[in-house]
């Protein structure tokens, strides 16, 4: 890996830091791309480099998550009983997803990435908000059957699950915007670390991975350290962000941010032949 390759995860984790704050994401559809173009750049091939990538932003996403997590629950925004039922399912959930990436070819993996998060995008946009405000849904069996759904795509596609995870709070359990936003990364904290067991305890004894240091399995510790070094810090930037923003123009940033990187993913943008 070049300095310059180290200069780029700096600042990704920059961005991703103050995206996961501000948004109560993980950042990873950040993360993937740039790490999906550096690691392929060094010559890890492309099925593994994937892999590779979503292991690493799960490793990420876990000290990025209690960081924002924890600005968030000084605010009283945090809704701990469902943050911890449906963390711990999904916890469980996303090393099944976790083990069952491994076993997949990447490049289906990255265009099942960018065609989720674009999802995501459009079920934000398209939704109706209603008039009357609602009360969140305070029903534990209900944050059961979405951990699952969240938990094994967290795990499948290498996502902390906040793309996911907010617009089923906010849509299907009528948290409120800002709620929504701390209780997903309440939620992350939890099935970051299932899907990173996955991909560490699935990719060890990889040979395309033998020669590449710092390695455990599919999680680069090199990449890691250089993404969260900067990254915990801007958490707290963006979650503090996030309670001087009206909840109306926090829900349209987060879906600009969707389109953008589900774009990327899918190669939409280089198939209109615009280097963005």
Known sequence: MTVAHAAILLATGVGVGFAGGLLGVGGCFIMTPIQYMIFTN?????????KLA??????????????????????????????????????ICAFGGATLATHLPGAGLKIAFGAVILAGGIWML?????????????????WVAWSILIGIITGTIGIGG?????????L??????????????????????????????????????????????????????LLAVT?????QVGAITAHKLPAKQLRYIFIAVMFYMGLKMLGVFGWLGWSI
């Open 42 to 50: 060094i010559g890890i091939p492309a099925d593994i480099a994937i």
């Open 54 to 91: 979503f292991g690493t932003n799960l490793l990420v996403v876990l000290p990025t998550a209690i960081s924002g997590a924890w600005r968030h629950s000084k605010k009283g925004a945090v809704w701990w009983k469902p943050a911890i039922t449906m963390g711990s399912c999904g916890l």
């Open 126 to 142: 398209t939704a109706r908000t209603p008039k009357v405000e609602q009360e969140p849904k305070d029903n534990p069996w209900l």
């Open 162 to 170: 906040g793309v996911l995870m907010v617009p089923i709070l906010v």
């Open 172 to 225: 299907a359990l009528k948290f409120k915007m800002h709620n929504a936003v701390a209780t997903s990364l309440a939620i992350m904290i939890f099935t970051s670390i299932g899907g990173v067991i996955g991909y560490i305890t699935n990719g060890l004894g990889v040979p395309e991975l033998a020669n590449l240091d710092y390695t455990i399995g599919f999680v680069n510790l090199t990449s890691w350290f």
């Open 231 to 235: 990254s915990v810090g801007m958490a």
